[in-house]
T-cell receptor
Framework: RKEVEQDPGPFNVPEGATVAFNCTYS??????FFWYRQDCRKEPKLLMS???SGNEDGRFTAQLNRASQYISLLIRDSKLSDSATYLC?????????????FGTGTRLLVSP | DAGVIQSPRHEVTEMGQEVTLRCKPI?????LFWYRQTMMRGLELLIY????????DSGMPEDRFSAKMPNASFSTLKIQPSEPRDSAVYFC??????????????FGPGTRLLVL
């Protein structure tokens, strides 16, 4: 079983739509959680951290459910520029140091 | 700030050849990571250096892969001999000194490797 699992998509949505991505992780010792964004043929970049209380950054809302080992990302009023791959990322504390474990990503395509 | 610099950006080689990928972290960053990204397996950590010392190399696939960091401004990832299954995008990332926050990694643009 993969440590971080995501639906690969693609999710095809029209501009203005609301779209949600889910992610599950297998290691209950995971320390912290993030969503990264990766544009086609580019490097990954941190989008936002995910907190148990839920957090919002503009049109983006992230949620964490530790009991279910489940992470979500909600994008409201989607824009063409939101088209990208969204990577769910878990931070594991491994033998005294931190290690990021990445999901394989969910691809989003926003169309006019 | 030039960001993390990787070279070459693209590499096409034949099976059995030696491949060397290079990375220059951002000045002042003391942690460096090498990752490999494929469609099937996503982004995987290969090796992590802190202050030029390898801390975790458990992700290095096998003896054909080796990595060095001779100084704070340069690292190499070598594959010898290369195989078609090594075809992937290889990313280097670095973290600013003192933050201790692994999520603050700055990724380089990656090296696209194709082994024929």
């Amino acid at each position: 079983r993969k440590e971080v699992e995501q639906d690969p998509g693609p999710f095809n949505v029209p501009e203005g739509a609301t779209v949600a991505f889910n992610c599950t992780y297998s290691n209950s010792a995971s320390q912290s959680f993030f969503w990264y964004r990766q544009d086609c043929r580019k490097e990954p970049k941190l989008l936002m951290s995910v907190y148990s209380s839920g957090n919002e950054d503009g049109r983006f809302t992230a949620q964490l459910n530790r009991a279910s080992q489940y992470i979500s990302l909600l994008i409201r009023d989607s824009k063409l520029s939101d088209s990208a791959t969204y990577l769910c990322v878990v931070n594991l504390m491994n033998t005294g140091f931190q290690k990021l474990v990445f999901g394989t990503g969910t691809r989003l395509l926003v169309s006019p | 700030d030039a960001g993390v610099i990787q070279s070459p950006r693209h590499e096409v080689t034949e099976m059995g050849q030696e491949v060397t990928l290079r990375c220059k972290p951002i000045s002042g960053h003391n942690s460096l990571f090498w990752y490999r990204q494929t469609m099937m397996r996503g982004l995987e950590l290969l090796i992590y250096f802190n202050n030029n010392v390898p801390i975790d190399d458990s992700g290095m696939p096998e003896d054909r892969f080796s990595a060095k960091m001779p100084n704070a401004s340069f690292s190499t990832l070598k594959i010898q001999p290369s195989e078609p299954r090594d075809s992937a995008v290889y990313f280097c990332a670095s973290i600013p000194s003192g933050t201790g926050l692994v999520e603050t990694q700055y990724f380089g643009p990656g090296t696209r490797l194709l082994v024929l």
